[in-house]
């Protein structure tokens, strides 16, 4: 149980569930969806935006009852359910995605959009334009040649996905992490489409601690000598400096708590022998995490790291020159659901949209040892709350 | 005054004091002290080590008004006073240690040692045996061939100049960070000549935690092209895997409070224009912060600081299986100042050891926006208390 809990949280592609697999369960089918000369945020033009969705339950007669879910940093749309029977884990948010559970598939239609610059570029089941894509100008890949997206661009691409369904309003928003600042931002620049926004483990800006955090993260994927300012061939790729900066990511979105447990299962000690003796040579700690950033590579690009680092950084829900004004026209009642034990995304930086947005805000803590991870592994212990959120009637 | 407060902040050689530059007060002077075929913790020998010290306050006849001062992880023995009338900081802990300061020294004959593997090998106060001093087998620097160092050996090397000077035991041991670190491990090690401990913002032991968040301050380094596998000269050094960490430790050293306050002084917002426009410019944060990292990064050396880091990863006080059996002989009462708002070494790495400790410890909580940094330059904040420790008659 412990080694599957570890699986789920450093893969962050499953979720820790008590039900049984659910085997007549409907699979779930990737699809795709293209649009031509997608404007940005910041007045670019895309030649071409091709993203991967998937959906879960039936959307009714009059498409009212679409949930959108927006993933977080290192996530994909595969927010539920599998794609074969023989997955090893469904998708991230499965303990509370599906018939009868916190958001119920047999009532609602939930939707997710992989994000532009997704950083699962090799990911099988992962759709997504962002600098590993091919740049039709030059016919090579973008890299450092494709624009600044940012999180109003995948909001925008998601109203694109949702608008060739016909669905014109959505009956909640819900996404952890940089899924919650979509979320937040759908509320504040369509709040005539959205009913109800749920932000778990989410912000209502980056401020300047959570810019210079991200900026970590960045750096040693810079400093890596593959990378030649985002140039790197398929072959010859900056693992090295990507796995570093996901050696840190790991760290920040976890806590001491689970560190020092997981030391205990490696039968960790500073004095062991192997670092005493060598400057080269590692902990057991530090080589379980390298281990787990490794693993966690394999399917990414270090430079779609750099733009979702960069969207974050850039994040004000809203949009515009500031919170209190970017949260002005929010009609939605809103739910936030930071972690207590959140190193990274801490609790503080709800406070401010929650206080804002009060009079429709209700705001429940997140308990647990699994820090930001805790909104990815752990969401369901407010499944009830979510639920009850989802059933009430707005306006 | 605030932009003196950033100053002694970030280049950390010096503190907040609201009082007068005493310029009748004398002016501080480096030591110089040399051994041979010095043993390691580890059981390697060093042939020669060479560090340098220096004191503040006189010795008395019997030698028994001894306080020894352990820097912490980027600072030198410069703990108090001037070199010269114009220098613009005296030392880091000046506010606490000076004639009728909390550390009288008009009472007590306070020293401090640089550390083995100094990280400020291109200051020209600090004087120190390291991956960057010639290797007298080779007349070429030592590079990854210097033998891994400890904690221990920090004291040990400590305690040979203490040997030197004539003095058998110390009326305290006091040190802030790593500088904690040694504190109580000469309280371990050498319990007959410690009569009193302060651990500020310190840890009984290095756990998992420690160790992997250690290790994050050592990977831009060892990614930087320049780096070579430790084998770089002065005129090629690694200055931005050394700038990278630097920047990843000044963060960690600090608060959210503290980067937003510095956000606002420089009208930071996330959607500034450069990075909206440019993923190659940067948020006016980072541009700050990196800036303080490149001044900082001026005299110190890269390979020290993956040396220093292993030092502090394998600590755990008294060296031994266990904190419990290394703290099992320490006679001294202890002190213990975490700061509640520690990012990096956080306040619940002192609640065992002064737990075992009990009946001999006190632990006093340091309050402020400053982080780690606050037992640096705010830990005149309790200023009585460690004078009224320092006046307890033990034994």
Redesign the interface.
């Known amino acids: 149980m412990r080694k599957y809990i570890f699986f789920c949280l450093i893969l962050c592609n499953a979720v820790l569930t008590k039900a049984e697999p659910a085997t007549n369960e409907p699979l779930v089918e990737k699809q795709v969806f293209t649009a031509q000369q997608f404007e940005l945020?910041?007045g670019t033009v895309l030649p071409e935006v091709t993203v991967g969705w998937e959906s879960y339950g039936t959307l009714n007669k009059d498409k009212s009852n679409a949930i959108l879910i927006t993933h977080y940093f290192t996530g994909t749309s595969h927010a539920a359910g599998k794609y074969s029977h023989n997955d090893a884990a469904p998708g991230y948010w499965d303990a509370i995605i599906g018939p009868g559970k916190a958001i119920d598939t047999t009532k609602y239609f939930v939707i997710s959009v992989d994000s532009l610059a997704n950083i699962n570029v090799y990911d099988e089941h992962v759709i997504t334009t962002g600098p590993a894509s091919i740049n039709p100008a030059t016919n090579k890949p973008w890299g450092?040649d494709?624009p600044?997206v940012?999180i109003r661009d995948f909001v925008n691409v998601q109203k694109a996905v949702l608008q060739r369904l016909g669905i014109a309003s959505l009956h909640a928003v819900i996404g952890p992490s940089m899924g919650a600042m979509q979320a937040l931002d759908w509320a504040a620049a369509y709040p005539d489409k959205v009913k109800r926004v749920i932000s778990v483990i989410g912000a209502g800006?980056?401020?300047?601690?959570?810019?210079?955090?991200l900026?970590?993260w960045t750096?040693?994927i810079k400093?890596?000598?593959n990378w030649q300012n985002g140039n790197y061939s398929r072959d010859n790729m900056p693992i090295?400096?990507l796995t570093?900066s996901l050696?840190?990511i790991t760290?920040q979105a976890l806590?001491?708590e689970f560190?020092?447990q997981?030391?205990?299962t490696?039968g960790?000690?500073?004095?062991e022998a192997a670092?005493?003796?060598?400057?080269?040579s590692?902990?057991s700690?530090?080589k379980w995490?390298k281990q787990r950033a490794t693993a966690r590579a394999e399917n990414m690009d270090a430079n779609s790291l750099?733009?979702l680092a960069?969207a974050c950084?850039?994040?004000?829900a809203g949009?515009?020159?500031?919170l209190n004004k970017g949260l002005a026209d929010v009609a939605a009642p809103s739910l936030f659901l930071p972690s207590a034990s959140d190193?990274l995304l801490?609790p503080?930086l709800v406070d401010t949209p929650h206080q804002m947005l009060s009079e429709s805000s209700k705001l429940l803590t997140l308990q647990g040892q699994f820090g930001h991870l805790e909104g990815v592994v752990n969401v369901q212990q407010h499944a009830t709350a979510i639920t009850t959120f989802l059933n009430n009637p707005v306006r």
Chains 1, 2 share one sequence.
Do not use: C, K
Request: glycine share 4%; no cysteine; aromatic share 12%.
């Open positions: 945020f910041n450092l494709f600044v940012t800006e980056s401020d300047a601690w959570t810019t210079a955090l900026e970590q750096l040693p400093l890596d000598a090295d400096g570093a050696m840190l760290q806590t001491p560190f020092n997981q030391g205990e490696l960790y000690t500073p004095l670092p005493l003796t060598r400057i080269t590692s902990h700690i530090v995490l750099l733009y960069r950084q850039l994040f004000v949009h515009g020159t500031s190193l801490m503080y």
